[in-house]
């Protein structure tokens, strides 16, 4: 069974760090790039990070340049989101997701195929 | 930053009836859409990519249209179970831009 399980969150207070985890099963891991979308409390869904395959390439939402790292182990079959200098809007559920590609008249086509059950950062003094 | 603007915000629709949703992006992004759905205290699950190809295993119920700038999300005879929050998202590979709308809530009238 293909699988993404999150693991990490917790409470931290302004200013701390955090490191989160994804952990990959049913798949081949260093196939696939992934990403880290994320979800405040009753709001919607921001998209937050993306890694390539080999971990050589990442990209980030602006709101978290700079503060944020993603990274992974394909020999562990895990990815990561290390956060830094966190804040009170970084209060989310945090999901990691598998990035997938579907090519079609000499076009390709991203999504989001798979998704972990997410893990909440609660960013509180 | 491409804006994805979802409406109506929330739509009640009676089990049984067809549920249209809408999707509209600031610029074009071809085909480049895909749709989630979201039930409460769980993750989003993929429904449509390339705004109109069902993923697998989502009932034919489902149905995903557009291109450019305008989209809808059709469920064609609403089940108890497709009463959730729907997303829309563009993803454009390079450079990064992936952003989601803020949501279609599908309630029971």
């Known amino acids: 069974e293909v699988q993404l399980v999150e693991s990490g969150g917790g409470l931290v207070q302004p200013g701390g760090s955090l490191r989160l985890s994804c952990a990959a099963s049913g798949f081949t891991f260093s196939s696939y790039w992934m990403h880290w979308v994320r979800q405040a409390p009753g709001k919607g869904l921001v998209w937050v990070s993306r890694?390539?395959?080999?971990?050589?390439?990442?990209s980030y939402a602006d709101s978290v340049k700079g503060r944020f790292t993603i990274s992974r182990d394909n020999a562990k079959n895990t990815l990561y989101l290390q956060m830094n200098s966190l804040r009170a809007e970084d209060t989310a559920v945090y999901y990691c997701a598998r990035d997938s590609v579907w090519f079609s008249n000499y076009y390709y086509y991203y999504y989001m195929d798979v998704w972990g059950k997410g893990t909440t950062v609660t960013v509180s003094s | 930053e491409i804006v994805m603007t979802q409406s109506p915000a929330t739509l009640s629709v009676s089990p049984g009836e067809r549920a249209t949703l809408s999707c509209r992006a600031s610029?074009?992004?071809?085909?480049?859409l895909a749709w989630y759905q979201q039930k409460p205290g769980q993750a989003p699950r993929l429904l449509i990519y390339g705004a109109s190809i069902r993923a697998t295993g989502i009932p034919a119920r489902f149905s995903g249209s557009g291109s450019g700038t305008e989209f809808t999300l059709t469920i064609s005879i609403l089940q108890s179970e497709d009463f959730a929050v729907y997303y829309c998202?563009?993803?454009?590979?390079?450079?990064?831009?992936?952003?989601f709308g803020q949501g279609t809530r599908l309630e029971i009238k």
């Open positions: 998202q563009q993803y454009n590979n390079w450079p990064p831009s992936i952003t």
């Open positions: 610029q074009s992004v071809s085909s480049n």
């Open positions: 890694i390539n395959s080999d971990g050589s390439s990442t």
